[in-house]
């Protein structure tokens, strides 16, 4: 077929497509937080022809948002969509919110939640973005969202989602936890785009210590990449963390099945590989010599995995579950172990099986016996 007879055929086709009505059209979102991710879900919900609140403590910035359509502290080169309307007023921003995204670093969540309760309602969806864990009892951020709130409709937005690249609208994909059809679905209709894809998944503890426990492995990412190690040393790497982070979920209630997927093993895969994660910088920072005190703050922003550290390795340690890079980093973080000498010791741990979700060679062999032709 010639090009100038497509050509008209092609025109059609867009013109159909820009006719399809946004499907957030009419839902109200509301992002709290005024940060880089916060920024980049608000602007994909106002894509998606929501109605697009965002909450954010500082009025300078709100109003920059608000009349630049930039966020320049956070995404400096990014236009965000001019439809997302910033306030420093929680009940202002909460008002006509059907959905209520928060990506508050964990330290703040629990005050922030604290101090949007009062303009909450019960029926509006809440859903964590935060890849942390509070210290106190080990929580997880949508807990902390179901203890301040008691709420029915709760969820996790968690997957490879650096949020510069979202701001590019580069193609990517992420995962709704909940055990709430409604949210899920929900969630998928206010973010899913031609740019951003929402799978679904309920096993929210699984999505949501996937997102937090892969931040310890970044940093070590970075470490070994400021050492100059190579790329069979970041596979070892990533997929030995992929044992161990599955090993400790599993323990603690995840589906294994989780860590195959985007907020698993996809997010394991772009923290331990880009700059752009904050946690790989912090130890690409400490791989160049640098103490955790300078590496933070060279950073500037909050790399949640530092502390995840600290509360893993306690955690670990408490249930007694086998996790050497999670004690190797813990020495480099808090005891000033020196990097090249950690990445040593850890060679000489004890060689393990390869994959521990599978059938050990016995239970094979029994089956088999069990099989009515088995020789
Ligand atoms: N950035 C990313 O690529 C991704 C981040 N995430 C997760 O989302 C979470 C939030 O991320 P992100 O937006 O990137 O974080 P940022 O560090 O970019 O921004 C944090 C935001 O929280 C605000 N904040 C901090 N403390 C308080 C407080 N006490 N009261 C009110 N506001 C507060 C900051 O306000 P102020 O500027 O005034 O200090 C800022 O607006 C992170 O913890 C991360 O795990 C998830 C996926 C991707
Ligand atoms: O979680 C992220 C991408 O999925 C971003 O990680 P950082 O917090 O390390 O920037």
Known sequence: MSASSSTPRRAIRDREIREVPPQAAGLGVCVLGGGSFGTAIASIAADNGAAVTQWMRDATQAHEVNTEHRNSGYLPDFAINPGVRATTNMADALAEAELVC???????????????????????????????????????????????????????????????????????????????????ARVQTAFGCDYFRVYASNDRYGVELGGALKNIYAIAAGMAAALGMGENTRAMLMTRALAEMSRFA???????????GLAGVGDLIVTCS??????????????????????????????????????????????????????????????????????RALMGS?????????????????????????S
């Open 350 to 374: 004890e060689q393990s099986s390869d994959v521990e979700f599978v059938l050990s060679r016995e239970s094979v062999q029994q089956a088999r016996h069990l099989e009515p032709d088995a």
């Open 250 to 260: 599993v323990a603690k209630g995840a589906n294994p099945m989780t860590f195959l």
């Open 274 to 343: 880009s700059p752009l994660s904050r946690n790989y910088r912090v130890g690409f920072a400490l791989g160049e010599g640098r103490t955790l005190e300078q590496a933070v703050e060279v950073l500037g922003q909050v790399a949640e995995g530092v502390n995840t550290v600290r509360l893993v390795q306690e955690e670990s340690k408490r249930l007694g579950i086998y996790m050497p890079l999670v004690s190797g980093m813990a020495q480099v973080l808090f005891e000033g172990i020196d990097p090249h000498h950690m990445a």
């Open 102 to 184: 928060v990506a508050i670093p964990s330290k703040a969540f629990r005050a922030v939640v604290r101090q949007a309760r009062e303009h909450l309602r019960e029926g509006q969806i809440l859903i964590a973005t935060t890849k942390g864990i509070e210290s106190e009892g080990f929580t997880l951020m949508s807990e902390v969202l179901e203890e301040e709130t008691g709420f029915t409709h709760i969820g996790v937005l968690s997957g490879p989602n650096l949020a510069a690249e979202i701001a590019q609208r580069q193609l990517t994909a992420t995962v709704v936890a909940s055990d709430d059809a409604y949210t899920r």
